[in-house]
T-cell receptor, first 113, second 113 residues
Framework: DTAVSQTPKYLVTQMGNDKSIKCEQNLGHDTMYWYKQDSKKFLKIMFSYNNKELIINETVPNRFSPKSPDKAHLNLHINSLELGDSAVYFC????????????FGEGSRLTVL | GENVEQHPSTLSVQEGDSAVIKCTYSDSASNYFPWYKQELGKRPQLIIDIRSNVGEKKDQRIAVTLNKTAKHFSLHITETQPEDSAVYFCAASILANFNKFYFGSGTKLNVKP
C-alpha cells in the first residue's frame, strides 16, 4: 500500500541510451511532480502535472519528456543520456490546493557511464 | 520564479544542544513553508510546516518561525538526538489550484553523541 511508487529504483546505463522511469500514486492527488536531486543533494523541480496537464516545466532540456496517461501516473522518459543526468530522480504528488504536503516516492538512482 | 536560500549547508552539534536552520524566499506570494527531513538513502519526508497567516508553530522538539515582512523562516530543533542527523530542506510554496514547491539547497545536520 505504498503511496507513491516509482520504478526502477536503480538504473545504470551508457551515455547516449534512452531510459524511462515510471511513477504511480494511489493517494487520489491531482498534482504530480518530478524532482532531480544531484550529488550535492539539491532538490530541483523539473516538471509538474495537474490532472494530466503540464503546468510547470523548469527549463529542462527537451531530452526529458514527461508523460501522464492519467492523474495517477507520471512517467519520465530521457533520450540521449548524458553524464550530467546522473542523479536521483524523485516523483512526488500533492493534493489540489491545501493542505499542501508533498509526498515523495523512494527515488530512482540513475547512473550514466 | 521563487528563489529559496538556505543556511548553513552543514551544521554539527553536540547531542542535547539546539540547532537552527534559516531560509529566505523571494516571492511574496508564497504562503506555505514546509520543512522536510531526508535520512541517508531515503525519501524526503515532511516534519513540520507553517502557513503565512501564522508566525510560529511548535511540535514537541521542533519549531518553525516565519517573518513575512523579512521573507525568512527558520527551523529550530531543541535537545537534539543522534537520530536527528539528516539533511533538512526548507521549501516555499504557493498553495493555489496548482501547488508549486521550491526547495532550499539543504542543510546536513550531524548530531554527535
Amino acid at each position: 500500500d505504498t503511496a507513491v511508487s516509482q520504478t526502477p529504483k536503480y538504473l545504470v546505463t551508457q551515455m547516449g541510451n534512452d531510459k524511462s522511469i515510471k511513477c504511480e500514486q494511489n493517494l487520489g492527488h491531482d498534482t504530480m511532480y518530478w524532482y532531480k536531486q544531484d550529488s550535492k543533494k539539491f532538490l530541483k523541480i523539473m516538471f509538474s502535472y495537474n490532472n494530466k496537464e503540464l503546468i510547470i516545466n523548469e527549463t529542462v532540456p527537451n531530452r526529458f519528456s514527461p508523460k501522464s496517461p492519467d492523474k495517477a501516473h507520471l512517467n519520465l522518459h530521457i533520450n540521449s543520456l548524458e553524464l550530467g543526468d546522473s542523479a536521483v530522480y524523485f516523483c512526488a504528488s500533492s493534493p489540489r490546493g491545501g493542505p499542501g504536503e508533498l509526498f515523495f516516492g523512494e527515488g530512482s538512482r540513475l547512473t550514466v557511464l | 520564479g521563487e528563489n529559496v536560500e538556505q543556511h548553513p549547508s552543514t551544521l554539527s552539534v553536540q547531542e542535547g544542544d539546539s540547532a537552527v536552520i534559516k531560509c529566505t524566499y523571494s516571492d511574496s506570494a508564497s504562503n506555505y513553508f514546509p520543512w522536510y527531513k531526508q535520512e541517508l538513502g531515503k525519501r524526503p519526508q515532511l516534519i513540520i510546516d507553517i502557513r503565512s497567516n501564522v508566525g510560529e508553530k511548535k511540535d514537541q522538539r521542533i519549531a518553525v518561525t516565519l517573518n513575512k515582512t523579512a521573507k525568512h523562516f527558520s527551523l529550530h530543533i531543541t535537545e537534539t538526538q543522534p537520530e536527528d542527523s539528516a539533511v533538512y530542506f526548507c521549501a516555499a510554496s504557493i498553495l493555489a489550484n496548482f501547488n508549486k514547491f521550491y526547495f532550499g539547497s539543504g542543510t546536513k545536520l550531524n548530531v554527535k553523541p
